[in-house]
């Protein structure tokens, strides 16, 4: 087999001592463990993103609900105002009918008089 040279980050591996090599490889472990814990951290700020928007999500589902039952109650009332309106409306016209009536019965009995 021919020489082979290993080249790693653009040098070759065979110009390297023995303590440049053990150096290389403890730089290229810190930038692993460096490398493992930026991935770690993103990791979980992902999960806290993730987290945080499903409980966001969650509660806006809660509240439109909540705003749907209300403005079902809003709308319950205002029919059975409705509805009372038009019933006194309807007893002041009755009211106003029989006002009348005995007013005018006053008046005939007072004129036979």
């Known amino acids: 087999m021919a020489n082979k040279r290993k080249m790693i980050d653009g040098v070759e591996t065979?110009?390297?001592?023995?303590e440049e090599l053990e150096e290389f490889a403890?730089?290229?472990?810190?930038?692993?463990d460096r490398e493992r814990?930026?991935?770690n951290y993103f990791q979980t700020e992902r999960d806290k993103f993730r987290t945080y928007w499903e409980i966001t999500r969650?509660?806006?589902?809660t509240t439109k609900a909540a705003l749907q039952n209300r403005n079902r109650q809003l709308e319950e009332a205002d029919e059975k105002n409705a509805e009372e309106?038009?019933?006194?409306?309807?007893?002041v016209k009755y009211l106003q009918y029989e006002?009348?009536?005995?007013?005018?019965e006053t008046l005939i009995a007072f004129k036979k008089v």
């Not at 065979?14 to 023995?18: A, G, L, P, T």
């Not at 006002?99 to 005018?104: G, K, P, R």
């Open 85 to 91: 309106l038009r019933f006194y409306k309807q007893k």
């Open 58 to 61: 969650s509660e806006l589902e």
């Open 37 to 39: 814990e930026e991935r």
């Open 14 to 18: 065979s110009k390297f001592s023995r």
């Open 99 to 104: 006002h009348q009536n005995s007013l005018n």
């Open 26 to 32: 403890y730089k290229l472990k810190a930038a692993n």
